[in-house]
Structure formats: structure tokens, C-alpha cells
């Protein structure tokens, strides 16, 4: 990874990454792996006030039990790898935003999401995308950061 507008991060095409404790940083990590890609954010936060906040365009799905346009519940990952799946697939290159984790992990079993994370990344690499997903550490118990850590790149900030 190299320097970059932003954060100081630049990501590889084809590579994952897990940005721990700081969503505000995460998300302006973005500036950096947007230029020339098509992204696709799903968020726990209202789509308005993101896009808004970091000055983002994309395709934003609301992580969100809320029934409205653009939502997605998060009991149903295997609907959510589809839809991302399919959007790189026919939106390369792109870059994968997943904010709402710890949401996700609430709402399902920890190795579910965990076996989620593990395909959608196959598919990153397969379409040469890049995903980013901010994390809170301590939300997580040991066992499951090393799970997570071990799957996906992790970038501390410093």
C-alpha cells in the first residue's frame, strides 16, 4: 500500500481490507480507492447524510430493518453477497464498502458472517474489486479479530 490523498492509504485492486476503530477515517480512505471505480457502500448511517458528509456518489444500500428504497436487512447475508457479487460483475472495477459489521455479527451468528466475509472476498479477488469494511476491535472478542484479521488485510491507523 502506498501513500494517497486522504488517509495515507492506497489499496490494491483484488485485495480486502478491515480498517479497525476509526469509521470516519475509513470512509475517507475512500478518496483514495474511488478514482476509475464504481462503488457500492452499504451503510448503517443514513445514505443522504453519508454521501453528504464525505461528498461520496455510488450505489448506497441502507443496512437497516426500515423498509424504504435502497435497504437491505442484516439477516440475510447470502442476499447481500448476491447483490454485491453481482455488482461486480457488472460494475468492474469497483470498490465494496461495508460499514455495519458489528450489526450484521448481532443479527446473525459470528461464523456465518465470518464464511460471508470469506466468499465475498474470493469474488474480490476473482473480480479484481477492492472491499473495505471499517471494524471495532472491541467489539469483537480475541478469537474473532484473529478469525478476521487472518481472512482480511488490516489496517491500524496510527
Not at 10 to 38: C, H, Q, T, W
Not at 42 to 57: A, H, N, Q, S
Request: proline share 5%; aromatic share 12%; hydrophobic share 40%.
Amino acid at each position: 500500500m502506498n501513500g494517497e490523498e486522504g488517509t495515507g492509504i492506497e489499496f490494491d485492486a483484488g485485495y480486502s481490507y478491515i480498517i479497525a476503530d476509526d469509521v470516519e477515517y475509513a470512509y475517507n480512505s475512500l478518496k483514495g480507492a474511488i478514482p476509475g471505480r464504481n462503488l457500492i457502500c452499504i451503510t448503517r448511517e443514513y445514505p443522504e447524510r453519508v454521501k453528504f458528509k464525505y461528498g461520496l456518489d455510488g450505489t448506497f444500500i441502507w443496512l437497516t430493518f426500515t423498509k424504504e428504497p435502497d435497504t437491505m436487512r442484516p439477516t440475510d447475508p447470502q442476499f447481500l453477497f448476491n447483490t454485491l457479487r453481482d455488482f461486480m460483475q457488472t460494475q468492474a472495477p469497483s470498490v465494496i464498502f461495508l460499514d455495519g459489521l458489528e450489526y450484521m455479527i448481532v443479527h446473525n451468528d459470528y461464523k456465518e458472517i465470518l464464511k460471508f466475509l470469506q466468499s465475498l472476498k474470493d469474488h474480490v479477488m476473482l473480480q479484481n474489486s477492492i472491499l473495505i469494511i471499517p471494524y471495532s476491535r472491541e467489539a469483537l472478542s480475541t478469537q474473532e479479530r484473529a478469525l478476521l484479521e487472518r481472512e482480511l488485510i488490516p489496517i491500524f491507523k496510527d
